[in-house]
């Protein structure tokens, strides 16, 4: 799409945006959800599939383990296969006692919670369904004081207009129903415009600030971490700008090949599939502003304000600032077209054009089949000046300081700095570690559970908003029709990716660094 | 002294000082010094005494075996007993067998260095012994072509001046030589006076940029790594300042009491004897600007600076910002007074009122018999703004940023940060570390070694300047006059100092941080 197309849809849809403003949420007036749930209903649309006894039951499970729920709550599974609430149960019975982290079940305990649990036959575009689902809501306000009621589509996308406006009809969900909170996962469109239309289209049925889109790659873990860091340390922050830092790189690095998802990727590709969420994520973390409170909208507001700062490349930027390779024998994996151009590494820089970072090289790379998993920042700082060591024996081996977030595996902090070598007129680099692990011990959130008590008592920050979403397709749609012409890289399986990335930053005299 | 007094020597201090500018080294116009030494002879006055066979010799003998010395190089003993330069070798083949770190001594190793180790006899106010001298160092001159002359002072300090006027008498020293070196041990007096008059009367027969001071407590290597890790990392220097670092604390603490010293240490006390040179030290090297070269007077220059900007404190002030104790059981202390008002321990509060850091306290301690032999600095950074986390279980949690920097033992930084408890909404106080030792190995650099190596090829960094002595006891003689009509404190042997201490912390809010 012709860039000046893609910034009257952006104006349109930032108006939509800010349509109300107070209502979902300019933050001075926004209460500290409750950490606590009030009494709900959710409804699991698509309750037959794999996500729903995998994750989604086992994580209000292990949420009920925790005391995290209120006394009153119901689980519904919705979907079209005829069901007794009986042998729902049974069959989520069977999915937590093999995936939850608190298997073995204890069967009282099961027992307790099956109570809360129960099956609503229908199909997404029967209208009598949803009906007779708003009944059986009505009818749980009135036993149960229920009054929040949440719908999580474990649906295809190409559901999830339909669903919503089947919800809206029945006045479940609506723009001034504030009760009411749907959940939609990812991919959210495949390019701006179709992100664009589904985000159109879903206003129109459902407040924006009701609207959860869940990224849950990342954890809500690894993202409160980063903004903790950042922001409960006072070291940092004076030294994070374009006075100070070099360049950032950002690594998400999976060993695995496509394996068995060739048919869901390719056409797809790392830049759509990696870049325009999880890397986005990470580097509007990295990068935005101190927010005015770690209040969801105030620090939503921040991050789409880094992405609004990334200026769209032209065709002939892409040339420059963008690689893309598959690994070798990607073309002969199983449901991959044997002459697909689907990239399954990316290498980018991109530059944020702001008082911050004007001029600070960002480099983001993912891929698939590289040299191992690795989700890392790398801060690179600017050289010391040199002069007061010219006279040293190894002025040169001057390193520039490395502040690096590990975020997988191992999640930690590190941190690289010169040091003399005793008994010598020499630097040498040493290094200060932090594990998290090491300190508070491993703790292995379950990312879904902590994600639908997010959803439940309604806190949003991990949630991406719509003009996240647009904002971040605006930028890979760019990249993606530069593309459009030239020829895809090989790259070598278990490297760390094709040469033309090493030369990509070889140019600006960095280099990738090694993780 | 009163205080414009004080103001009035100083100023002709400055002008002695800056009479011969380009001679004694404005840093450009100074080329870096050979590391290796051109011939020399050493002359060693006070050559019977302990210091001699116990350091000098096994140092000279150390750098031999490491060959940092030249093929041509003398060292001759200067003492008033009668002995052949046979025997005078044999005392220090014993002290080098004993006390040399590369002991034990391989026989022919000491056969070939003790061809270089001669004795002269004489008394330090003995014409004549200076007019021999002098003849035999002209032979060297002629038969080894030994041009470089340095007199090492390991005598007490009421023979500096007659020595070195001697020296002077017979042509080995003086203002325009430039091939002689002088070395001198502290105490540089006992207070500003008669710092100041052993200054002036030295500056008479010598320049001020061949006496060097030597000052071996803190060591060439921490004070080398300390200028290091300030100005070889690029992420210190920005926070270094007083918008970003809330105090610094300086901390030389003794685990040991005054032991066999109180003669010596009884009517000096700790103000005298560490502060005005240790910790005087350790202070200026903290807070000096950026040198514009690692070059000794560019260095010094910046030293002396931070001094400058100390003001000096009336009587009302030292009541407030000084604290001073002695341990129990000192005044039953071998040599020492039963009424005594030494203080072993003193607290102390200086403000540097210059534009890093006016507003910032400097906290400095030390004193005898405390918990541990420690020495430490410790910057203190302010507190982040808690806006951010006001909602958060545990905002007063928050802690500052601190950064350790170990001197002793175990040299090493240490880093305090906060992170996020994983699962929670809370912080922690998290810490990275990083050990010379554990990177580089040990390394017991010879402190006397090195030294001697920096004295013989003239490399002054390391050893005071006659300004910063002076600058120092300026601010120390306030101290010690302010105290002269108040009682002295006492506390607990092993304990970490007196309660007025931790009083004079706790008036800004402030605690001593336990090392």
């Known amino acids: 799409m012709p860039d000046s197309d893609a910034t009257q849809l952006l104006a349109s849809a930032h108006l939509i945006l800010t349509r109300k403003p107070y209502a979902h949420g300019t933050h001075p007036a926004l209460p500290k959800p409750p950490r606590r749930a009030k009494p709900f209903a959710v409804v699991i649309f698509g309750a037959s599939g794999d996500l729903t006894k995998r994750k989604l039951v086992p994580g209000v499970f292990g949420l009920f383990k925790e005391k995290a729920l209120p006394d009153q709550f119901e689980v519904i599974g919705f979907a079209r ?13 069977e999915g937590t006692k093999k995936f939850s982290r608190f298997a073995p079940i204890d069967a009282a ?70 009760n009411s909170r749907v959940v939609i996962e990812k991919p959210f469109g495949h390019d701006f415009k179709s992100a664009k239309e589904l985000v159109t289209s879903l206003q129109t049925v459902i407040d924006e600030s009701n609207l959860y889109r869940i990224d849950h790659y990342l954890g809500k873990e690894t993202v409160q971490n980063l903004i903790y860091f950042r922001f409960a340390n006072s070291i940092y922050e004076p030294i994070w700008n374009r006075a100070l830092i070099d360049h950032v790189q950002i690594t998400v690095a999976e060993a695995e090949g496509v394996g068995t998802r060739g048919g869901y990727y390719d056409g797809v590709g790392a830049v759509r599939d990696m870049v325009q969420n999880h890397l986005m994520q990470l580097l509007t973390i990295t990068a935005m502003e101190p927010p005015g409170s770690l209040n969801s ?28 390779a598959q690994y070798e024998g990607y073309r002969s994996s199983d449901r991959v077209d044997p002459n697909s151009k689907t990239e399954t590494y990316v290498g980018l820089k991109l530059l944020i054009d702001n ?56 999640e930690g902090i590190h941190l690289r700095f010169n040091a003399k070598v005793p008994g ?3 630097m040498g680099a040493v290094d200060m570690d932090f594990a998290y692990k090491s300190k508070f011990g491993s703790y292995s959130p379950e990312a879904y559970e902590r994600l639908l008590h997010d959803f439940i008592v309604g806190d949003s920050t991990l949630f991406t908003r719509a003009d996240e979403v647009l904002e971040a397709w605006r930028i890979v749609d760019a990249i993606t029709s530069g593309w459009a012409q030239a020829p895809v890289g090989l790259y070598r399986g278990g490297s760390w990716g094709p040469s033309e990335s090493d030369a990509l930053l070889e140019k600006d005299g960095n280099g990738w660094i090694d993780l």
């Open 81 to 93: 296969r005829e069901k007794s609430d009986e042998s729902f149960r049974e069959e989520m019975e």
């Open 109 to 178: 305990e099961w027992k307790a919670f099956s109570q809360h649990v129960s099956y609503h036959v229908g199909n997404f575009d029967e209208a009598e369904a949803y009906q007779s689902l708003k009944l059986r809501l009505e009818k749980l306000r009135q036993s149960h004081g229920i009054e929040q009621f949440l719908f999580y589509l474990a649906t295809a996308p190409e559901f999830f207009y339909e669903v919503v406006s089947q919800l809206n009809k029945v006045g479940l969900v609506g723009p001034d129903n504030e």
């Open 297 to 324: 909208e105030a620090i939503r507001d921040e991050k789409v304000k880094v992405l609004r700062s990334i200026s769209t490349p032209t065709p002939e930027d892409v040339a420059r600032i963008a690689v893309r």
């Open 355 to 410: 008082w911050r970072w004007a001029g600070v090289p960002f480099y983001l790379r993912t891929g698939k089949a590289l040299t191992k998993r690795a989700s890392e920042i790398v801060v690179v700082f600017r050289r010391p000046p040199l002069a007061l060591f010219k006279t040293q024996d190894n002025c040169e081996q001057l390193h520039r300081n490395r502040l690096h977030i590990r975020l997988q595996p191992d």
């Open 424 to 426: 010598k007129s020499a």
